[in-house]
Every structure is written in structure tokens, then in C-alpha cells.
């Protein structure tokens, strides 16, 4: 099985935003209208970047909501094709 590599945005987020720029987790939190908890999630890879986090990034000056997203699809892509699939028929071929 060929294995894919794809990095978490929340990784991006904590190491190249929240860290360098050295806002805690409760301030970057406050800045983006978001609880500590769900920004928490998120910068240790355990939940997803939502449309709403992606536009609030752009919003507060990160790059754009698409580009956010596009990692986040990137990343989830990468997970599912690490994983075995059941036997899946063409659609195509009657």
C-alpha cells in the first residue's frame, strides 16, 4: 500500500502562527472569537479546520479561507488513502 504524507493545519497553526508570533492558546483563542477548547483541538491535530476557522483566519489576516481548507482537504485525503478500502465495483460497467 502506497502511504501518503499530508501535515495537519493545525500543526502549521500552532508551530508557524500561535508559536512564533508567542500568543498562548487563550489569547489566539480570544483574537479569533473561538473558545481556548476548540482552538485547542485543532492545534494539536485532533479536530479539523471548519469553514468558520478558515474564514476567521483569513478574517484576523492568515492567508485565505480556501488556502486553509485546501491543507485541511489535503491532510484528511492523506488519512483516508492510508487506509484499506473494501472491494469497490466500477460504476461505470454494467
Known amino acids: 500500500m502506497?502511504?501518503?504524507e499530508a501535515v495537519?493545519?493545525?500543526k502549521?497553526?500552532?508551530e508557524e502562527i500561535v508559536n512564533e508570533l508567542g500568543l498562548s492558546v487563550s489569547e489566539a483563542a480570544e483574537r479569533l472569537g473561538v473558545t481556548r477548547a476548540a482552538l485547542s483541538r485543532v492545534l494539536n491535530c485532533?479536530?479539523?479546520v471548519s469553514a468558520s476557522l478558515a474564514r476567521r483566519l483569513e478574517t484576523s489576516g492568515l492567508s485565505t479561507a480556501q488556502q486553509w481548507l485546501r491543507i485541511q482537504l489535503a491532510y484528511d485525503l492523506a488519512q483516508e488513502r492510508n487506509k484499506e478500502?473494501?472491494?469497490v465495483k466500477s460504476l461505470l460497467e454494467s
Request: hydrophobic share 45%; charged share 20%; aromatic share 6%.
Open 46 to 48: 485532533r479536530a479539523a
Open 8 to 10: 495537519h493545519p493545525g
Open 85 to 87: 478500502l473494501p472491494q
Open 12 to 14: 502549521i497553526l500552532r
Open 2 to 4: 502506497e502511504m501518503f
